[in-house]
């Protein structure tokens, strides 16, 4: 179920993180976790604002399959 999550959304979703315990967790939290966070929070808009891009059939050549 993660997987198919962290297909659609991977723009919103990191992928797992792998600790051994909580307590070697803890002290690398805010590094590995609150700040990866706060700087895609940062880029999501940029992502938002981002225009679709078009194709053009003229670029499309009538005589390749």
């Given amino acids: ?3 198919d999550l ?5 723009d919103w979703v ?3 993180l792998e600790y051994p315990s909580i307590d070697d967790l803890i002290p690398k ?3 590995a976790v609150v700040k990866p966070a706060l700087e895609r ?3 999501l808009p ?3 604002a981002e225009k679709v891009g078009t194709r053009s ?3 499309f050549n009538p005589d390749e399959p």
């Fill in 1 to 3: 179920m993660f997987r």
């Fill in 6 to 10: 962290w297909i659609k959304y991977r």
């Fill in 14 to 16: 990191f992928e797992p």
């Fill in 29 to 31: 939290l805010g590094s």
């Fill in 41 to 43: 929070r940062k880029a």
């Fill in 46 to 48: 940029a992502c938002r």
């Fill in 57 to 59: 059939l003229d670029d």
